[in-house]
């Protein structure tokens, strides 16, 4: 829907949709139901009481039944889908029509009904008390509309008709749908402006945490825990945010491969729903997690984003600080490009495992997209004699991307050291084995490692705010790297807290990450999401290995997963 307020597009363009005799017969069941339902039960505002699929609702309880509508019309309202399974779809300006789903409701009407204004048009606002305000409503155009009634509603859902018989502008997509998703959908209307986001009242925000699970973390789990708290403790001490306090709940998230449990689940049902989620673990989300936060349509915000191929589709409420796996290795493979020599060779070397096997796909045909010569693909598989083949494997190769598996680098490294063979190495700081700096120093000046998070990103400032949120247990070394990177996704969700305004809710909140831009927590590295870029930071920080004094050097060098490849 979209300007049920009458603003009209061209009050002369009256150019009618394909199917209205379809739409008239449709309307003309739909009073008929209403008028019987009026008559039979003394109520003509009563809802109209057919079911989606066309069934007789009369036998079941009123509440029940009233809920019922009330669910699927709000599936209709924020999704635009049957939730009988029925089809819906819209006609926009008299061309072909589209699935709902492409027209929903909640785009231009938003999750509160008011309207969500964009470029020159202004949808109205559908809130119940708006639509059927007894002295009726003055148009742009001077004149006055009526009240609505559910007819009427119903008119100018599907023909595009105010409620004085005016055309409603253009942009008003005219609906297709059947009475019973019809009758969901006015239902819905309702009660629209009551129907808040659960995880917000007066006075409080409830938010989600999904830790590591307890048995794998080696206590990262508590630390997270008291480390958040901490945080929440000050800001909360300072007014919180809008004079509401933030609480948490936690939940532990699935260990490695375990199937079973489901945190989303936890935090979005039971008595205490949360409004949005942080994945607070330093590894890539789970693609079950971001998918299950997909499914019940609640913000998430995690640390690494998985890979690419995981993700779920369309993304619309889950976001990530840093490039996942994928990424990671599209922004090394860019700078083994650059750093190479025309006509040089270089390969890929990757695990056995499927997802690594995808990845190492992935960038070859990039590399193909861009024209560019295929890299030479190595497959480890960790069998007996796998890694002295690889290091034949690789010949007289100038630079390779390292995928894995994890554990590889550094017999495969050493293998090539005993070859005499020193080409350049770019693998993902995740995969660096811990003797890595103990390779032999023939090796020295070769090796490169990604990292998304560069220790020039950490300012003085907000490094103190960790130490002093810890208290007098101090900084965890073995954990550090995480309980940072879960402070910059809080940091995050905060602010985005913040910039949504008192009158937050999911839809809000959505939007206040899409406009973050450049937003700098002194913890990580700039962060930018867009409607349509969901990962904050799409590259690594280039760090060299120092084999002769055993550490790491940063180069100042930043590859970014995005733009064109570089030619060779």
Known sequence: MASTDGTPGDATDRTRCPGRPIVRRLLAALLLAGAASASACGRADRPIAVAAGGESREAAPEAE??????????????NGESPSGGEITGVVGGSVPVPARLLACV?????????????????????WATLTRPYGLDRPDGRRRPPYTEGLLTRAIAMGLDSGGAPLDQAMPRYRLSIGDNADLIAYLRQLERDRDPGITGDQIRLGVVLPPGDASAGL???????????????????GVYHRRIQLRYVEGPAEGDGRGDPIGDLTSGGEPVLAIL??????????????????QVPLVGVVAPPAFDRPRPGRWTFFL??????????????????????????????????????????????????????????LSGAPGSVDAAAEALG????????????????????????????????????????????PASLDGHLQVGLPIAPSDQTAGSLARYRDLLGPAGPSQQHRTAQLAALAAADVLVEAIRRAGRGLDR?????????????????????????????GSTGVSVINLDLSRRR?????????????????
Not at 65 to 78: D, N, S, T
Not at 221 to 239: A, I, K, P, S, Y
Not at 331 to 350: E, Y
């Open 107 to 127: 785009n231009c009407h938003g999750r509160d009904g008011r309207g969500v204004a964009e470029g020159a048009t202004v949808p109205s606002d559908v809130t």
């Open 552 to 568: 790491f050097v940063p180069t100042g060098l930043w590859a970014d997963a995005e733009g064109p490849m570089p030619p060779r």
């Open 65 to 78: 039944a009233e809920a019922g509508r009330l669910a699927r019309g709000r599936v209709i309202y924020l």
């Open 279 to 296: 994945a607070a673990r330093l590894g890539a989300v789970e693609p079950e997690i971001a998918a299950a936060a997909e499914r019940r």
């Open 396 to 439: 007289e190769v100038k630079s390779v991307v390292f995928l894995g598996p994890p554990g590889g680098s550094t017999p495969l490294l050493s293998a090539l050291a005993e070859r005499g063979r020193k080409p350049s190495v770019l693998f993902p700081g995740t995969l660096a084995d811990g003797d890595v700096l103990g390779l």
């Open 507 to 535: 839809e809000r909140l959505v939007a206040a990450l899409e406009q973050l831009r450049d937003f700098r927590t002194g913890l990580a590295p700039p962060l930018t999401f867009q409607p349509n870029r969901h990962v």
């Open 322 to 379: 840093l490039a996942g796996p994928d990424d990671q290795a599209f922004a090394l493979l860019r700078q083994a490009l650059r750093a190479g020599g025309p006509g040089d060779r270089f390969a890929i070397v990757h695990g056995p495992d499927a997802r690594q096997r995808a990845l190492a796909k992935a960038l070859r045909d990039r590399c193909r997209r861009a024209e560019l010569a295929s890299p030479i693909d190595v497959e």
């Open 221 to 239: 789990g508590e630390e997270l825990r008291r480390l958040l708290d901490r945080q929440v403790e000050v800001l909360n001490g300072r007014g």
